[in-house]
């Protein structure tokens, strides 16, 4: 999983509550993303990172923040969850060398929203 | 913003068959055109990719030919064996909205299927 870890991997979480998941990547990549996958809709971008302290937004990014204070974690924070927001979510990295499209994805989270 | 349709969304064939999936795009603008095998439980993994200049691209059992005219790039695999079983997604390199900074767009999937 190109160094790439998440956590937690599974979370059941009660509607309203926050929640926050973390990406770690022992690479040092300049370039990070989180996805939602959700049945009939592959994998949409909510937020990515170009730097630290660098983000913007992808599509589906309401309801979503993210933080990126060290260049090895790139945090989701669900503020409010909803049952929308039952998803499994995805991060990667683009290795950031020159021309380079290439994204390498974590194993994923699993989060169920009651 | 980039609209990306991936044809068929499921296809079995036999061990030892070839198996071809399609992807079309609409971002005439799109450059990089990669595509994903992701197995049950893990998540996607970068299996071949081509760049705008280039018509096609072979790695041993698999290939990816690109048609920028008509906008649209397949993934071709050969003498299929029972490990390629998986989710495959293309995921061009286009705005998913106006104004947007490039990303990967994703397609909706196809589950193949290889019957032994």
């Known amino acids: 999983d190109a160094g790439i870890t998440q956590s937690p991997r599974h979370k059941v979480t009660e509607t309203g509550t926050p929640v926050t998941l973390r990406c770690h990547q022992t690479?040092?990549?300049?370039?990070m993303y989180w996805y939602r996958q959700d049945p009939g809709h592959g994998l949409r971008l909510i937020h990515y990172?170009?730097?630290?302290?660098?983000?913007d937004k992808g599509e589906v990014s309401d309801g979503y923040s993210v933080s990126r204070s060290k260049t090895e974690d790139f945090l989701l924070t669900l503020e409010s969850a909803t049952s929308s927001q039952t998803s499994v979510y995805f991060c990667?990295?683009?290795?950031?060398?020159?021309?380079?499209?290439?994204?390498?994805f974590g194993p994923g989270t699993r989060l169920t929203v009651t | 913003g980039e609209n990306v349709e991936q044809h068929p969304s499921t296809l079995s064939v036999q061990e030892g068959d070839s198996a071809v999936i399609k992807c079309t795009y609409s971002d005439s603008a799109s450059n990089y055109f990669p595509w994903y095998k992701q197995e049950l439980g893990k998540g996607p993994q970068l299996i071949i990719d081509i760049r705008s200049n280039v018509g096609e691209k072979k790695d041993q059992r698999i290939a990816v030919t690109l048609n920028k005219t008509a906008k649209h790039f397949s993934l071709h695999i050969t003498e299929t064996q029972p490990e390629d079983s998986a989710v495959y997604f293309c995921?061009?390199?286009?705005?998913?909205?106006?104004?947007?900074?490039?990303?990967?767009?994703f397609g909706s999937g196809t589950q193949l299927t290889v019957l032994p």
């Open positions: 990172s170009y730097g630290v302290k660098d983000t």
């Open positions: 990667a990295i683009n290795p950031g060398q020159a021309g380079s499209y290439e994204q390498y």
């Open positions: 690479e040092n990549h300049r370039y």
């Open positions: 995921a061009p390199y286009g705005e998913f909205s106006s104004g947007s900074a490039r990303q990967l767009t």
